[in-house]
């Protein structure tokens, strides 16, 4: 089946240090969400990249496509307390989304 | 307003009781599903939904059925429980047929079975 693999798992950083995820596939992937999940809560949908190299900014966040569609990134700068959580990336093939190991982030302020 | 309610919250039993879980949405969207966390955090489809039929059954042994009584709500049930089966089990949503542009997730619904 296919396999979605994010690294690091964990990661501890600074207030204000940067942090980023990235996500592997061993498949070509159509389109690729990203989530959010706070400790004790739901994933909650940050954004979905589509094409072939694709770049989409959300306020302190980047997401980023690769160019062969297998893997992805979020980037986080300057972090927050508030942006402690675990990060998943979900490719999806035709029909369902197959959910990343996630990477769990601690900010220590 | 919630967008994707759950019930209950916390779910406490003993190994071989029968329990359901409720989900509903408000969000006017086709496609509902169950997701199972893991202790590891591991987040894996087990059924999806669209418009009241079965879309998604992801190898999930048949204790558990899904019932879909319209498209607003999608419940759990899960025979015969066992030990692996403790986890959090969240419902989500979303628009239109397939994995969806964003699914809304509900608060979860934490299961212990002792």
């Known amino acids: 089946g296919q396999q979605v693999m994010q690294i690091p798992q964990y990661q501890h950083v600074q207030e204000g240090e940067d942090f980023t995820t990235y996500c592997n596939s061993s498949?070509?992937?159509?389109?690729i969400q990203w989530y959010k999940q706070r400790p004790g809560g739901h994933p909650v949908f940050l954004i979905q990249?589509?094409?072939?190299?694709e770049v989409k900014k959300q306020k302190r966040l980047t997401f980023q496509f690769g160019e062969a569609k297998k893997n992805s990134s979020l980037h986080i700068t300057a972090t927050q307390t508030t942006d402690v959580g675990t990060y998943f990336c979900?490719?999806?093939?035709?029909?369902?989304?197959?959910f990343g190991t996630g990477t769990r982030l601690q900010v220590f302020p | 307003d919630t967008a994707v309610s759950q019930t209950p919250k916390y779910l406490v039993t003993q190994m071989g009781n029968d329990k359901s879980i409720k989900c509903e949405q408000n969000?006017?969207?086709?496609?509902m599903y169950w997701y199972k966390q893991d202790s590891k955090k591991f987040l894996k489809i087990m059924f999806s939904?669209?418009?009241?039929?079965?879309?998604i059954n992801e190898t999930v042994p048949n204790r558990f059925s899904p019932k879909s009584p319209d498209k607003a709500h999608l419940n759990l049930h899960i025979n015969s429980l066992e030990l692996g089966d403790s986890a959090v089990y969240f419902c989500?949503?979303?628009?239109?047929?397939?994995?969806?542009?964003?699914?809304?997730f509900g608060p979860g619904t934490r299961l212990t079975v002792l």
């Open positions: 989500a949503s979303s628009h239109g047929i397939g994995p969806g542009v964003g699914q809304f």
């Open positions: 498949t070509t992937l159509s389109n």
């Open positions: 990249l589509v094409k072939s190299g």
């Open positions: 979900a490719p999806s093939n035709t029909d369902k989304l197959i």
């Open positions: 969000l006017g969207h086709d496609t």
């Open positions: 939904y669209n418009n009241k039929e079965l879309i």
